[in-house]
């Protein structure tokens, strides 16, 4: 109420203290009148104006309005000025009024506390006496309200902060009253003013009236002649209708709209000349009875007036912030919290925040000292930003955090909290913790939030490193956050550290902290047991509890006790009094100190009894506790503490506690009331839970146990379980055996999933393709069921290992379990969300060498079972049932067990039995390397843009690295937790799990070998020259050892002490402290790539591309101890296992082998992979080996004895087109390694004759080898693209190709120095490329026919072509492709020409039969030779002292230039169609339409060696290495031989025409097959007729007879469609389509074919007439698979969904987003998807990569995109209309 004047005018007093004095009414009103009068006339008035809002401050990012109201009386500005005397002495008796200065403090102070707030001030007539203008309360509030919508016009939606003083207050009230009733069906603007968040500070208004209200009137009757009125004041009498009515329709308001909070303010002093009445607005009128409340140290008239930012201003703007903060910063709304709870999926820890402890705060008194020693740092805007509470174990650590959180809260500068536990294991995840405190941070503040949710766009919190997690999550996001506590920051709790297991992780979250705290506003409070003290950090303030003064500690203890003491003391009543004693108390606290938790057990254990027997539990407590000094530690006394507990739970219910102890002790999670009932006492239901809770309770001081029975039990402190396992404290009453707990639970365990799986304890709807959360939604599992399907395991392993005896016992129940219920635990399991715990306890159960053949076998089974199709059953649980069993070899127990429910058979493609391959990783690129982790759980594998390490058992990603550059090799330690690269400039170490770089360290060459060594502190790795050692620990170099001599490191021996080092021409062994070679092996010929060592060091095993055999060699002396012989190509990779009995090996024949060491035999060779086995690791214990390939692969392979060997299968290449016959009996497949046509039975599954279509392979037409022998550039017949094949590594995979010859490119060229490629062509052209951009550079024009041959000149500045247009030209390449000069003389084609090598002449041979050397300068001929026959190959010499011709005649002819003489190699029997010299001049190769390979020595002239082996004519060979002969031939190989023995060291098989489409005619007679060679073949399988059809340009997709069989329509990568005939083999029309086609279909009339394009264009075509019928754009972009459903309906798939379309309409009639990758099949209503449930689905086969489905309605038939093929055969029920395909549970 604003009554500045009442209480201000100097009449009024005077006549008031008249009237008390007993002067009567009518004197003293005379007296007012008189004195006002006299004041009215002489005194100045203060100005009025109308009402407005004035703003104050604007400042550019506003995030709030203030809005300030003033009460009545004063006018505006003045109302809100304090007044302050100025500086000067003020003479005593001077009239003058003093010098004072006016404080607008909504101008001064408030924008500096309040920099994002538009501060503004509402203006409005609030005389009440005189000059009033008669607007009521309703008027004003209008008036606010309406100048409210047009301040914030451009800013709707914006939070409002009101600040209302007295009458001011109730204008405020008033219009949000206004606000809410003008919501009406209409948009009104003003509705706008409740939506919003606000917030209303109430200064003193009287929401109940005033007592002074009754003067005011009386005043405002008697000057109602002068001007005045008394309507504001009537609206001020207490409890008046009209303030209950305002009240009651405010709260109404509040209710709804926005968020509405309120403080208000009372005054606790009277104005000075009315303290008989009190303050003018009493606290009971102030105040709402909701929000908060607030005192202000002033009267009435000071409540909004400020002359000082004083301690009354401070605490004033302290709790305005309060209510500020959540307007400026709101409160996350919960779609932003449901997107950061699915953004940060996995990585949030529930439970981890401070008020989800049970053990409380610092009880009231304790803890004093050292709490605001906390909070004044925690306040403080200096200091350090950590404080780390260090203190040993039950010193209450932990409630002093709990106390702190409290506190913080209060202060409102919590940000999170995360608390460790002992008996919360998730809480132990470490990289759960910047997650988990940064959505807490979102969840409390919406710009965060916002912030969050960008930070997250587009990135995996999986892949993050622990910086980037920091940076990401915490730092990036707060430092958005502008709106800061007046100079406080938030403070962010962590508790419990040091019981985390990972001390390595605890560390790098502190580093980090300490490393970044500067850059982030937030303070971090960590409480832990002592760590490491190699934390030394400015921002670190580090306290130990165990330092501070044992006074202080014991003064804590002791109040704690006599507090807890006393509150049972009351308890007693009388009987209380004077107890305890101050003995009692002393004696606790002695025992206690230094331990809290001996002081809060023994208090809860004394409460523990009935009130009679309080006193003496204490006694009984204190006379039974040890004698001082007779006690070593602190915890010796606890545990006698615990021993008195025990005792005491026994007498009470001996059994029952003892096997509740038993369970709760080795219990792997919290088992709750009811879960201990239902193990121990399944069929007592209720009676059993009171049992066990009666033996509970008689354990409370020890035990947390809830109310709630379905909660978890908690253990109190670990030092509790400590005792009941140490049969030394507990003794031989109160011990716990842990392997009888063991037993007992697990049969408990056991005894109830065989109670309760047979049940329907997965609700819902049982469909195969029912997602995980739809499950979820009707299941019923219970506690006990949990934990008996997630923990049995665990138990009976634990049993094995603790008690052989015991576990025997229980292994008939384990035997059966296997066979009745595995499918339904492990449908439970992937419910619960449990899968991989499930895998990796069935490991370990399968793996401990104490279980019986039977357990071992069940567990492989089950385990492997689940491996096979982990990733479906995480989002489909009931496909355990159904595609997970489809997939097992037929000759598995559960196969036997369960086969006669299923609803199909496989009649082909699946192993019969278990085979050696566990799992398949796709990764799709070339997996460079592998290697296990010690523990053989995880191996790490570099596919040379990324590092990945994954799990073995599941072979799920753990992490993925994604390195600056590409590594060259990796390492991972032996606990898998860190990974190591080496790099073209130096190495890496990360953390495996926080992808955090731990190390860095650069180098100026490239890193060549890594390894981890002692115990994973270094890292050891070098170089060709130098070996390096790293700290990993101490992060700082070691060690740099130059090599002696120089060479290529190869491999490190396990105590990183030796290495092995590829010289040019020997292999060393290398001492690596020093540098000096220990040893030198005995080898001829040092082609080595791969070597290791054996685990003791004392042999090595070394292999290499050009050699097929391994070596095994003695170090010590040098000498080869055994040959591994058996491999077809060259080895990639060598191993040894752990007991270095076995060796494992990778090849260029695709296989991995592994052969025993002793004999040098093969015992297992695995296959399955259909590219080179590029690299090899043996697991620790040499179980397992994995393999990484060329195919984009890492396999895991069991190479323990008793499964069955891998044997070679047909299908295991890639199929790349099927086809079912039309009465569903046959499978016609095509692989991408054959032209032959295979055709399988579907009955039996076995493979029928072949149908070999045209040849096998494209034979190369042209190739050229780099000089460094290193690249092959390769072009095929009829072909006009040129490839460059890498030929180190590549067999099959080109790079890309070169395109822009015009016809078949005849030869090739290689400049000097491998940088350019020149190609002559049919087109008459030459053309010029750059090998490493695959870019056309130069294009040489002027031949008048084909170009047949091209050579470049030594120094790459000329090139000599010659050509069938009888001429042989030199161009001038240093320019444009310049023709320097034209040689003419030969009379037929020029087929071979070549430069010598100072480039001064050029040797030819042509079909005219002569060999010319022209000289480049003249252009004249200077020497001639005439054969018998074309010269279809020549060459110069190194020194062009000699050349070499292949002539037609089968005869070589060698030409000594210098002496004049001819030497003849005779030895072909057929043209010898290419030539090359040795680079000595010593050998010259050839080779020749006979098929073979010859090497001549030419000083004897003789023979040396000839090379058989090619299936068709070798039409080129070269010497680019003395030892090494490359040759290209017909049969569609290139390979490179071994000179001395002969044996073929590479091949390259990259030529073949596969087949991209077939199509069979309806009558199953005629074979249609799309080729990637452009064309069409047709097999008539009668006659056994071929018919080709040529047309297209690219390769053909897909193709489909007509219905009557005499047409064909085609469609092909050259966006053509074409309609064929097929009795005239040939091209009656075609169509353009503009776009590459990604899928095709046939209706299932066969008279419509639909086409998808790359734009989701769909189009229809007649088959009959190839004409376009239809056209529409469907809904997504990449749509890649289609197929009709029905004659008038079709499917399509794209990334973005499923969608069924009406071919009519042209309308999409049903849709379901989908994000799988993977081809879908439909016939006549049935549609079978690999891997997603699809609209109408009936039928389900999930199998990880599917390339091609077709199928029937008598099955469906798989390929599989690494090869195979797999057949359905449905049984007769799949076939019955409406019935489910599936029925087996």
């Known amino acids: 109420m604003r009554l500045q004047v009442l209480f201000q005018m100097s009449p009024i007093a005077p006549a008031i203290i008249i009237y008390i004095a007993g002067g009567g009414l009518y004197l003293s009103v005379a007296t007012c009148i008189c004195l006002f009068f006299l004041q009215f006339v002489l005194l100045d008035e203060e100005k009025q104006n109308t009402s407005q809002i004035h703003v104050l401050f604007d400042p550019k990012d506003v995030l709030v309005d203030i809005v300030a109201v003033q009460g009545l009386g004063s006018a505006y500005p003045h109302t809100w000025m304090g007044k302050r005397k100025t500086k000067g002495r003020q003479a005593k008796f001077s009239l003058s009024k003093p010098e004072v200065e006016k404080v607008m403090w909504l101008e001064e102070y408030l924008p500096k506390d309040f920099p994002t707030a538009r501060i503004m001030a509402f203006e409005y007539n609030s005389k009440w006496l005189f000059n009033a203008d008669f607007m009521g309360l309703d008027d004003h509030a209008t008036a606010l309200l309406d100048a409210l919508v047009k301040q914030r016009q451009t800013s709707p939606g914006r939070p409002i902060l009101f600040i209302g003083h007295s009458y001011g207050g109730l204008v405020v009230k008033k ?64 409890d008046n209708d009209r303030l209950i009515e305002l009240d009651r329709d405010f709260r109404d308001a509040l209710s709804e709209g926005g968020t509405k909070q309120t403080i208000c303010f009372y005054e606790t002093k009277a104005q000075a000349w009315s303290w008989p009445l009190g303050p003018i607005v009493t606290r009971t009128s102030a105040c709402l009875g909701q929000g908060r409340e607030a005192a202000m140290e002033c009267n009435h008239n000071e409540m909004n007036k400020f002359i000082d930012r004083d301690g009354r201003y401070q605490s004033f703007i302290d709790n305005l912030q309060r209510v500020y903060n959540p307007l400026a910063n709101p409160v996350a709304n919960d779609v932003s919290k449901d997107k950061l709870r699915k953004m940060l999926s996995g990585r949030i820890i529930n439970g981890s925040a401070y008020s989800s402890t049970e053990i409380g705060g610092c009880t009231t ?22 404080y780390w509470l260090v203190g040993m174990a039950g010193t209450g650590k932990t409630t002093i955090a709990y106390t702190l959180c409290e506190r913080l809260k209060d202060e409102g500068i919590l940000g999170a909290s995360f608390f460790c536990s002992t008996t919360e294991d998730q809480t132990h995840n470490m990289l759960s913790v910047f997650p988990t405190i940064a959505y807490a941070l979102g969840t409390h503040s919406q710009r965060i939030a916002d912030a969050l949710l960008g930070s997250l766009k587009d990135k995996d919190v999986a892949d993050m490193n622990l910086r980037d997690t920091f940076t990401t999550l915490i730092s990036s996001p707060v430092s958005l956050d502008n709106s800061p506590f007046r100079g406080k920051t938030r403070v962010i709790v962590l508790d419990g550290f040091d019981q985390v297991r990972d001390r390595d992780r605890v560390e790098a979250i502190i580093s980090l902290i300490l490393g970044h705290v500067h850059e982030v506003a937030l303070k971090f409070f960590i409480s832990s047991r002592p760590l490491s003290n190699k934390f030394k950090d400015p921002q670190l303030q580090r306290i130990d509890l165990y330092n501070r003064p044992s006074q202080e500690v014991r003064q804590d203890i002791r109040l704690y006790v006599q507090r807890r003491l006393k509150e049972l003391a009351a308890r007693l009543g009388d009987e209380g009094m004077g107890w305890p004693t101050e003995e009692e108390v002393d004696a606790v606290v002695e025992c206690a100190s230094p331990l809290f938790i001996y002081a809060a057990t023994v208090c809860s254990y004394v409460g523990e009894e009935d009130d009679d027997q309080i006193k003496r539990r204490l006694k009984a407590v204190i006379d039974r506790a040890p004698v001082k000094g007779s006690t070593r530690l602190p915890t010796d006394k606890l545990y006698a503490l615990y021993a008195q507990i025990t005792d005491a739970a026994y007498k009470k219910s001996n059994e029952d506690v003892d096997e509740v102890l038993g369970f709760i002790t080795v219990a792997r999670d919290h088992l709750s009331v009811r879960a201990i009932a239902s193990l121990l006492f399944p069929d007592d239901g209720a009676e059993g839970e009171s049992r066990i809770s009666a033996a509970l309770n008689a354990l409370r001081s020890v035990l947390s146990v809830p109310i709630d029975r379905n909660e978890g039990v908690k253990v109190i402190h670990a030092s509790f379980p400590d005792f009941l396992t140490d049969p030394a404290h507990s003794g031989e009453t109160y011990y716990q055996s842990p392997s009888e707990c063991h037993r007992k639970l697990g049969t408990s365990c056991l005894s109830l999933m065989e109670k309760l799986l047979d049940r329907d304890d997965i609700g819902g709807p049982q469909d195969p393709d029912t997602s995980l959360g739809d499950v979820r939604k009707g299941t019923n599992i219970s506690g006990a069921l949990e934990y008996s399907c997630v923990h049995w395991i665990s138990h009976v392993v634990e049993l094995y290992s603790l008690k052989l005896e015991s576990a025997k016992e229980l292994e008939a129940d384990v035997v059966s379990f296997f066979e009745t219920r595995v499918l339904r635990w492990l449908a439970h399991m992937s419910v619960l969300g449990k899968l991989s715990h499930a895998v990796g306890s069935l490991r370990k159960l399968e793996l401990h060498s104490q279980v019986s053949a039977s357990i071992r076998r069940a567990s492989m089974e089950a385990r492997r079972l689940t491996s096979l199709s982990y990733s479906h059953l995480e989002d489909y649980p009931l496909q355990v049932y159904y595609s997970a069993v489809m997939r097992i070899p037929k000759k598995s127990d559960i196969a036997k067990r369960f086969h006669k429910d299923w609803s199909w058979e ?126 990993v620990k101490s992060n700082k170099r070691l060690a740099d050892i130059k090599l002696e001599p120089e060479g290529q490191l190869l491999s490190f021996s396990r105590d990183g002490k030796k290495a092995i080092s590829k010289g040019q021409n020997n292999i060393y062994v290398v001492n690596t402290e020093t540098g000096v070679t220990m040893s030198t092996l005995n080898i001829v010929r040092p082609h080595v790539d791969a070597a290791a060592f054996s685990r003791d060091g004392k042999r090595i095993v070394v292999s290499g591309l050009y050699d097929e055999t391994v070596r095994i060699f003695e170090i010590q002396s040098g000498n080869e101890e055994t040959q591994l012989v058996g491999h077809n190509f060259g080895v990639t990779s060598v191993a040894f296992s752990g007991d270095d009995q076995r060796i494992v090996t990778g090849s260029f024949d695709n296989s991995v082998r592994v052969w025993n060491v002793s004999d040098g035999k093969e015992e297992m060779k695995l296959v399955g992979h259909p590219n080179v086995s590029r690299s090899v690791a043996y697991s620790g214990d040499g179980l397992r080996v994995a393999s990484g390939s060329d195919d984009g692969t890492l ?17 295991r290449y890639t199929v790349t087109a099927l086809a079912l016959s039309s009465d569903g009996q046959k499978v016609f497949y095509a692989r991408r390694d054959s032209s032959q046509i295979r055709i399988r039975n579907v009955d039996n599954g076995e493979d029928e004759r072949p149908l070999i279509i ?11 080898i780099s000089k460094d022998g290193k690249h092959a550039a390769i072009a095929t017949a009829g072909s006009k693209l040129l490839d460059i094949y890498n030929v180190d590594y590549s067999r099959y995979f080109p790079a890309t190709g070169m395109f822009g010859h015009k016809d078949v490119i005849s030869s090739v060229a290689f400049s000097p120095d491998d940088r350019k490629v020149a190609s002559g062509s049919r087109d008459k052209t030459i053309r010029i490329w750059d090998r490493r951009t695959r870019k056309e550079e130069k294009k040489l024009e002027g031949h008048e026919n084909s170009v047949c041959s091209v050579s470049f000149s030594s120094d790459g500045s000329k090139l000599v072509s010659g050509s069938s247009d009888h001429t042989i030209r030199i161009w001038d390449l240093e320019t444009e492709g310049v023709m320097m000069k034209t040689l003419r003389g030969h009379t037929g084609p020029v087929l071979s020409v070549a430069f010598s090598s100072n480039s001064q002449k050029v040797l030819s041979g042509s079909h005219d039969k002569t060999v010319r050397i022209w000289d480049v300068e003249t252009g004249e001929v200077e020497r001639q030779w005439v054969h018998e026959g074309s010269i279809w190959s020549v060459a110069f010499s190194l020194s062009n002292s000699k050349i070499v011709s292949g002539c037609n005649n089968h005869t070589i002819y060698v030409w000594d230039l210098e002496r004049g003489k001819v030497t003849t190699l005779e030895g072909h029997t057929d043209a010898v169609l290419s030539v090359a010299f040795s680079s000595d001049q010593q050998k010259v190769v050839s080779g020749s339409h006979d098929k073979t390979v010859r090497i001549w020595d030419l000083e004897t002239g003789k023979e040396v060696q000839t090379i058989t082996r090619h299936m068709d004519s070798v039409q080129l060979v070269t010497f680019p290495k003395d030892d090494t002969v490359f040759s290209a031939s017909y049969d569609g ?108 279909t046939l209706s299932p009339d066969s008279k419509i074919v639909a086409l998808l394009d790359g734009n989701g264009v769909i189009s229809f075509w007649n088959v009959e007439t190839g004409a376009m019928e239809k056209k529409f754009q469907g809904r997504h972009t990449y749509g890649s698979s289609m197929s009709f459903i029905d004659d008038t309906h079709f499917l399509v798939w794209s990334r973005g969904g499923i969608q069924i379309w009406n071919m009519e309409t042209g309308q999409e009639e049903e849709r379901m987003p989908d994000t799988a990758n993977v081809p879908v099949l439909a016939y006549k209503g049935w549609i079978y998807s690999p891997s997603i449930s699809a609209i109408k689905t009936r039928c389900w086969f999930p199998l990880d990569g599917v390339s091609t489905v077709v199928s029937n309605a008598s099955g469906v038939v798989f390929a599989l995109e690494l090869g195979g093929v797999i057949v359905v055969k449905f049984k007769q029920s799949m076939l019955r209309e409406q019935q489910s395909i599936f029925q087996m549970r």
């Open 365 to 386: 008194g304790t803890r004093e000292i050292i709490m605001e020693e906390i909070v004044d740092w925690a306040c403080s805007p200096t200091g350090g930003k950590v």
């Open 175 to 238: 219009t949000l009253i206004l606000s809410h009733k003008s919501k009406t069906d209409s948009f009104d603007p003003r509705q706008e003013i409740t939506d919003v968040e606000s917030c209303i500070a109430f200064l003193g208004t009287p929401h109940q009236g005033s007592n002074h209200a009754l003067f005011a009137r009386v005043l405002s009757f008697i000057y109602r002649p002068f001007g005045g009125t008394y309507g504001y004041v009537l609206e001020l009498l207490s």
């Open 1195 to 1211: 396999r895991i392979w069991s190479v323990e004895p008793g499964l069955e060997e891998e044997r070679p299968r047909e299908g």
């Open 1533 to 1640: 190989t290139f390979r490179a031989w071994d000179v001395r023995t002969g044996k073929e060291r590479i091949q390259m098989v990259g030529f073949i025409n596969w087949m991209s489409s077939i199509a069979l005619s309806s009558d199953n007679r005629l074979l249609a097959v799309g080729m990637n060679n452009f064309m069409i073949r047709i097999w008539d399988m009668e006659t056994g007729d071929e018919r080709i059809l040529r047309g297209h340009t690219d390769k053909v997709t897909s193709i489909v007879f007509s219905s009557n069989n005499e047409k064909i329509l085609s469609v092909s990568d050259d966006r053509t469609v074409r309609i064929w005939s097929v009795e005239k083999r040939e091209q009656e029309k075609k169509s353009n389509t503009g776009k590459k086609m990604l899928s095709t």
């Open 906 to 1031: 496989v009649t082909s493609g699946l192993a019969e039995d278990w085979e050696r391959c566990e799992g398949v990783l796709k990764v799709g690129q070339v997996v460079w390397s592998v290697v296990f982790s010690n523990d053989g759980r995880m191996v790490a594998a570099h596919t040379g843009g990324e590092i990945r390490i994954c799990g073995v058992e599941e072979l799920k990603g753990l992490s993925v690295l994604k390195p600056p550059e590409y590594p060259t090799c990796i390492a991972l330690s032996g606990d898998g937790k860190s990974v190591a690269a080496g790099f073209k400039g130096g190495i890496h170490v990360w953390d495996v799990e926080t992808k955090n770089e731990r190390v860095r360290d650069i180098r100026e060459e490239t890193i060549s070998r890594i390894a981890f060594i002692d115990q994973d502190r270094e890292v050891i790795y070098g170089s060709n020259n130098s070996i390096y050692r790293y700290s």
């Open 1254 to 1264: 045209g040849r096998d392979h494209d034979h190369i037409h042209t190739v050229a």
